[in-house]
């Protein structure tokens, strides 16, 4: 009389089991953008001279503002798809003087990097 029940809850718990493992690759996994994105049209309007009202038009406000060096902004975007294990990244550092853009280092090759998980 025992053996049956018992054989039962077994074959139960290893139905479930087995259920839940093949259901956890079904787990649906959003994209995670952060940042500013960057477009290599955007980059080509930035010219040195243009003043940070007129940058912010075309770029945006930066993602970081270092209150220790108000000369320079970082734009950084990065993008993580759902279930893959790489994130593609774009930066770009412009540097004042006064309000006026001195110079303007971007990289927008999409650089890719492995992450655990």
Do not use: H
Not at 38 to 46: A, G, H, L, Y
């Amino acid at each position: 009389m025992f053996l049956p029940r018992t054989l039962k809850i077994l074959l139960s718990s290893v139905a479930l089991t087995l259920v839940l493992g093949l259901t956890s690759g079904c787990v649906y996994r959003q994209d995670v953008q952060q940042g500013n994105e960057i477009t290599q049209e955007m980059i080509d309007k930035v010219k040195p001279g243009m003043s940070r009202r007129e940058i912010i038009r075309i770029l945006g406000y930066p993602l970081i503002n270092d209150p220790f060096n108000r000369d320079r902004w970082d734009y950084y975007y990065s993008l993580k798809q759902g279930r893959s294990k790489t994130v593609s990244s774009q930066s770009a550092t412009l540097v004042f003087e006064g309000d006026n853009l001195k110079s303007i280092d971007a990289r927008l090759s999409d650089e890719e990097t492995d992450t655990q998980g």
